[in-house]
């Protein structure tokens, strides 16, 4: 149990320290960088490698990044390593999707790109990264995968993705990276690389089949594992170089001590704080340039670390306050990381680069794992107030008092959803029911937007199921209305239902079929893509790869069945238009299905068709503790859920369904028409999982909660986001703060996973919208991260201004 003591003495240290504040300063005002160092080194390396094992080739490759690329150490900063020379460097991972490098490189000189989206090149990396991505154009696995979809599929597996029925999941090669924090600490690499030829020995004279298989992913692992070794010996020999020349003596100090660490860690195990923080930074690191993607997760911090921290004060060897500016030195090392995104990724998570740390919750025993490391993260993210990482904080009932209030305090002083809350015991049942053992279910870390994942956890791509446009379909008997084609099976022509049954039915016999097709899909998608690409160095750190011989995309990680199958959005949308259909047309009959349908092709624009979206906008909504339409949306989302979960992925596991946030609602909302509950054509869905539709919850927070709790929304998907937007005034006493914290502990006691705040004005908005250039710090919620409101695109401006601000 933190003592009131410890609380005021993390309450009194400053993290950002002058030359904390520096750093930060630095990446808040650099410019992003295309950098084609590392594209280069692998597409080299791939040449001189052909026709060696999958495996062998990778971790060369890799090596090739490892040895060649770039190392810097910038001024006066403890943590080192950079993904990039450029303090805001971005490496297209044109090994695996080179037409990403094509849009970025067009994207750099065009006026029309968001802000987002754009990054410098060099005349001379633009020769180098377009001429490297030429090279991978026809051997990339987007290329085989995209070849072979063609063959099994024809027209529809590209026809589908572009009217947006699907997102393809085409952008990055995997997301959600957990690494095993815990065992890189406690073992180091060089542990690792004893673990990976001891299975080596085991393989001699062995004759199973895939004896080989086994032979080369080890030897990649070694590979691996030993580049990264001396990935970090290259930091110690230019931190010495630096020493030599360093004329303030406090500062060579500090290069020689660099030099030091760095030598240890990784590839021993870490003996202090400052290593351990070391130590995960380069593995963090090489995750990274191993696939040039982001949502590498530093997972559960407070936890990893806290053994190390503890033992230092209690040795004497640091105190609170170096502490502090270590952490925050480690803070803006993953505040200054970036990713390169093309447009369709781009537009499906603007700004989202998914490094989430995860703090409290429970121990391997169930019992409250908070520490004082726990309330210093929470007092990182406040003084510091960057993006990235979102910190979320994992809630039980054994969840101090003094906590909740320090989360409380943080969401108020920043505004931006800071740290947003997660329920265990609605995570930790669900991790049980798919077969974790007591000790990995409770220790688990948030990813993505919301998503839940294991311990030590590599994710996989997903593919995106727009339920809101399967309604669309089924409301034209199978036609998208956009372009005329039959996508969907012909369920019958609307006008003749009598019932809202026959609606409904026909909607599900609709999703039933696409459900069934793009778990067909993603089946082929992951099949194809693990025989063309593998990933060594993730593989050395995830539990079960080295003992079972296998890459962790080929199922090595310990629990597959957790690997990521699809997901759906627009629930929401779907019940509140069904709702309108069932009081308009079958019950009152104000107007006919017929009168409707034109009115929403129209986009309600022709003669009479406004006082029609009236009445729908009228009809009741989800999110206004109203059975009427909450029955609706209960149904369709548990139907949903099961129905998914039917599916078979390609491990043999039933699919594992989930719905996150990011923002998707914003990207599948530009291919749907307009809908009966009275959202015109292009407009943005319903954001989250189980938040209302903007504007649509009148009744107060507590009947939004209501409405949201009233089934089990984490039954089969294991995640569900939650947003919510406060009245910022409330939460400025201490009053106000415990009105907060009891309305998030309503939410969990009533079976909620997962909430967050938005707790900036809708006036504050508007005039930063009016005025991006007197408002660049700006922070606001989007889904689950959050985002400079002035990065953000008008439309997202727009749909986070129209979100019901509530009064407590």
Same mark, same amino acid.
């Given at each position: 149990?933190?003592?009131?003591?410890?609380?005021?003495?993390?309450?009194?240290?400053?993290?950002?320290?002058?030359?904390?504040?520096?750093?930060?300063?630095?990446?808040?005002?650099?410019?992003?960088?295309?950098?084609?160092?590392?594209?280069?080194?692998?597409?080299?390396?791939?040449?001189?490698?052909?026709?060696?094992?999958?495996? &062998?080739?990778?971790?060369?490759?890799?090596?090739?990044?490892?040895?060649?690329?770039?190392?810097?150490?910038?001024?006066?900063?403890?943590?080192?390593?950079?993904?990039?020379?450029?303090?805001?460097?971005?490496?297209?991972?044109?090994?695996?999707?080179?037409?990403?490098?094509?849009?970025?490189?067009?994207?750099?000189?065009?006026?029309?790109?968001?802000?987002?989206?754009?990054?410098?090149?060099?005349?001379?990396?633009?020769?180098?990264?377009?001429?490297?991505?030429?090279?991978?154009?026809?051997?990339?696995?987007?290329?085989?995968?995209?070849?072979?979809?063609?063959?099994?599929?024809?027209?529809?597996?590209?026809?589908?993705?572009?009217?947006?029925?699907?997102?393809?999941?085409?952008?990055?090669?995997?997301?959600?990276?957990?690494?095993?924090?815990?065992?890189?600490?406690?073992?180091?690499?060089?542990?690792?690389?004893?673990?990976?030829?001891?299975?080596?020995?085991?393989?001699?004279?062995?004759?199973?089949?895939?004896? !080989?298989?086994?032979?080369?992913?080890?030897?990649?692992?070694?590979?691996?594992?030993?580049?990264?070794?001396?990935?970090?010996?290259?930091?110690?020999?230019?931190?010495?170089?630096?020493?030599?020349?360093?004329?303030?003596?406090?500062?060579?100090?500090?290069?020689?001590?660099?030099?030091?660490?760095?030598?240890?860690?990784?590839?021993?195990?870490?003996?202090?704080?400052?290593?351990?923080?070391?130590?995960?930074?380069?593995?963090?690191?090489?995750?990274?340039?191993?696939?040039?993607?982001?949502?590498?997760?530093?997972?559960?911090?407070?936890?990893?670390?806290? =053994?190390?921290?503890?033992?230092?004060?209690?040795?004497?060897?640091?105190?609170?306050?170096?502490?502090?500016?270590?952490?925050?030195?480690?803070?803006?090392?993953?505040?200054?990381?970036?990713?390169?995104?093309?447009?369709?990724?781009?537009?499906?998570?603007?700004?989202?680069?998914?490094?989430?740390?995860?703090?409290?919750?429970?121990?391997?025993?169930?019992?409250?794992?908070?520490?004082?490391?726990?309330?210093?993260?929470?007092?990182?993210?406040?003084?510091?107030?960057?993006?990235?990482? =979102?910190?979320?904080?994992?809630?039980?009932?054994?969840?101090?008092?003094?906590?909740?209030?320090?989360?409380?305090?943080?969401?108020?002083?920043?505004?931006?959803?800071?740290?947003?809350?997660?329920?265990?015991?609605?995570?930790?049942?669900?991790?049980?029911?798919?077969?974790?053992?007591?000790?990995?279910?409770?220790?688990?870390?948030?990813?993505?937007?919301?998503?839940?994942?294991?311990?030590?956890?590599?994710?996989?791509?997903?593919?995106?199921?727009?339920?809101?446009?399967?309604?669309?379909?089924?409301?034209?008997?199978?036609?998208?209305?956009?372009?005329?084609?039959?996508?969907?099976?012909?369920?019958?022509?609307?006008?003749?239902?009598?019932?809202?049954?026959?609606?409904?039915?026909?909607?599900?016999?609709?999703?039933?079929?696409?459900? *069934?097709?793009?778990?067909?899909?993603?089946?082929?998608?992951?099949?194809?893509?693990?025989?063309?690409?593998?990933? =060594?160095?993730?593989?050395?750190?995830?539990?079960?790869?080295?003992?079972?011989?296998?890459?962790?995309?080929?199922?090595?990680?310990?629990?597959?069945?957790?690997?990521?199958?699809?997901?759906?959005?627009?629930?929401?949308?779907?019940?509140?238009?069904?709702?309108?259909?069932?009081?308009?047309?079958?019950?009152?009959?104000?107007?006919?299905?017929?009168?409707?349908?034109?009115?929403?092709?129209?986009?309600?624009?022709?003669?009479?068709?406004?006082?029609?979206?009236?009445?729908?906008?009228?009809?009741?909504?989800?999110?206004?503790?109203?059975?009427?339409?909450?029955?609706?949306?209960?149904?369709?989302?548990?139907?949903?859920?099961?129905?998914?979960?039917?599916?078979?992925?390609?491990?043999?596991?039933?699919?594992?369904?989930?719905?996150?946030?990011?923002?998707?609602?914003?990207?599948?909302?530009?291919?749907?028409?307009?809908? =009966?509950?009275?959202?015109?054509?292009?407009?943005?869905?319903?954001?989250?999982?189980? *938040?209302?539709?903007?504007?649509?919850?009148?009744?107060?927070?507590?009947?939004?909660?209501? *409405?949201?709790?009233?089934?089990?929304?984490?039954?089969?998907?294991?995640?569900?986001?939650?947003?919510?937007?406060?009245?910022?005034?409330?939460?400025?006493?201490?009053?106000? &703060?415990?009105?907060?914290?009891?309305?998030?502990?309503?939410?969990?006691?009533?079976?909620?996973?997962?909430?967050?705040?938005?707790? !900036?004005?809708?006036?504050?908005?508007?005039?930063?919208?009016?005025?991006?250039?007197?408002?660049?710090?700006?922070?606001?919620?989007?889904?689950?991260? *959050?985002?400079?409101?002035?990065?953000?695109?008008?439309?997202?401006?727009?749909?986070?201004?129209?979100?019901?601000?509530?009064?407590?």
């Amino acid at each position: 149990m933190v003592t009131t003591v410890q609380i005021d003495e993390i309450n009194k240290v400053k993290v950002l320290t002058d030359r904390v504040k520096m750093r930060r300063e630095e990446f808040m005002s650099a410019t992003p960088h295309l950098d084609a160092e590392r594209s280069h080194l692998m597409t080299e390396s791939w040449k001189e490698t052909e026709g060696e094992p999958l495996d &062998l080739r990778r971790a060369k490759a890799f090596k090739s990044v490892m040895e060649g690329i770039s190392v810097v150490i910038r001024d006066g900063e403890l943590i080192v390593g950079s993904q990039s020379k450029y303090l805001l460097g971005t490496h297209p991972s044109l090994d695996y999707n080179p037409t990403t490098v094509f849009e970025l490189v067009e994207a750099a000189s065009s006026p029309d790109v968001p802000k987002g989206r754009k990054a410098v090149v060099t005349d001379k990396e633009k020769e180098s990264l377009l001429a490297d991505g030429a090279y991978w154009q026809g051997r990339s696995p987007i290329r085989v995968i995209d070849d072979a979809g063609a063959e099994v599929f024809g027209d529809e597996w590209f026809a589908l993705s572009k009217e947006r029925v699907y997102t393809r999941p085409h952008g990055v090669a995997v997301a959600g990276r957990l690494p095993n924090y815990w065992k890189i600490l406690s073992k180091g690499l060089l542990g690792i690389i004893d673990e990976a030829n001891q299975e080596l020995q085991k393989l001699v004279g062995l004759t199973q089949s895939d004896a !080989m298989d086994r032979y080369y992913f080890l030897r990649a692992v070694v590979i691996a594992c030993e580049a990264v070794i001396k990935f970090a010996g290259r930091h110690a020999e230019l931190a010495l170089a630096m020493a030599k020349t360093e004329k303030d003596p406090v500062r060579k100090k500090e290069l020689q001590e660099i030099a030091e660490i760095c030598r240890r860690v990784p590839a021993n195990p870490a003996k202090t704080f400052r290593e351990a923080l070391q130590s995960s930074w380069f593995v963090y690191m090489a995750m990274n340039l191993e696939t040039a993607a982001s949502h590498e997760i530093p997972g559960r911090i407070d936890q990893y670390y806290y =053994p190390f921290y503890e033992n230092d004060l209690k040795e004497g060897t640091i105190t609170r306050q170096e502490a502090a500016e270590l952490l925050g030195f480690f803070w803006v090392k993953l505040a200054e990381m970036v990713a390169a995104r093309a447009k369709v990724e781009w537009e499906i998570s603007e700004t989202n680069q998914g490094r989430h740390v995860t703090i409290g919750g429970v121990d391997a025993n169930g019992k409250d794992a908070s520490n004082e490391l726990t309330y210093l993260v929470l007092e990182t993210a406040r003084q510091l107030r960057t993006v990235q990482p =979102p910190v979320y904080l994992r809630c039980h009932k054994g969840t101090p008092d003094a906590l909740w209030m320090k989360a409380a305090e943080v969401n108020m002083e920043r505004g931006d959803g800071v740290p947003a809350f997660l329920n265990d015991e609605a995570q930790v049942p669900y991790f049980l029911s798919k077969g974790l053992t007591y000790e990995d279910a409770r220790d688990w870390a948030a990813n993505g937007c919301v998503y839940g994942i294991g311990k030590n956890f590599v994710g996989d791509r997903h593919i995106t199921i727009s339920q809101a446009k399967i309604f669309e379909l089924t409301l034209h008997n199978g036609v998208d209305p956009k372009t005329g084609r039959q996508f969907g099976p012909k369920t019958g022509d609307v006008r003749d239902f009598t019932s809202l049954d026959q609606l409904y039915e026909a909607f599900k016999n609709q999703s039933d079929y696409f459900v *069934s097709l793009l778990a067909k899909y993603h089946r082929l998608f992951w099949q194809v893509r693990n025989k063309c690409y593998s990933l =060594p160095f993730h593989s050395a750190v995830i539990d079960d790869c080295i003992s079972k011989g296998r890459n962790y995309l080929a199922g090595g990680m310990r629990y597959p069945q957790l690997m990521w199958g699809l997901k759906d959005r627009g629930h929401q949308n779907i019940a509140d238009s069904l709702a309108a259909i069932k009081k308009l047309v079958f019950e009152e009959k104000r107007i006919t299905m017929d009168r409707l349908l034109q009115a929403i092709d129209r986009n309600f624009e022709g003669a009479g068709d406004e006082e029609i979206r009236r009445m729908c906008l009228a009809a009741p909504k989800y999110g206004n503790d109203d059975d009427y339409v909450d029955e609706i949306f209960n149904d369709l989302c548990l139907w949903s859920q099961r129905r998914i979960v039917k599916e078979t992925h390609a491990t043999g596991f039933p699919m594992r369904s989930g719905r996150g946030g990011a923002t998707t609602h914003a990207y599948l909302g530009k291919g749907i028409g307009a809908l =009966p509950d009275g959202r015109k054509a292009g407009e943005p869905l319903a954001d989250g999982t189980v *938040s209302p539709m903007r504007g649509a919850d009148l009744k107060g927070p507590t009947a939004v909660i209501n *409405s949201a709790t009233k089934v089990n929304h984490t039954e089969e998907a294991s995640y569900s986001l939650f947003n919510m937007k406060l009245t910022p005034t409330m939460l400025k006493s201490r009053q106000g &703060l415990r009105k907060f914290v009891a309305l998030v502990k309503t939410y969990f006691d009533r079976g909620g996973y997962h909430v967050q705040f938005n707790l !900036m004005g809708q006036e504050a908005l508007r005039e930063a919208k009016a005025h991006p250039e007197q408002h660049k710090d700006l922070l606001v919620r989007v889904a689950g991260y *959050s985002a400079y409101f002035v990065d953000l695109s008008p439309q997202i401006q727009d749909d986070i201004i129209a979100r019901t601000e509530h009064a407590l």
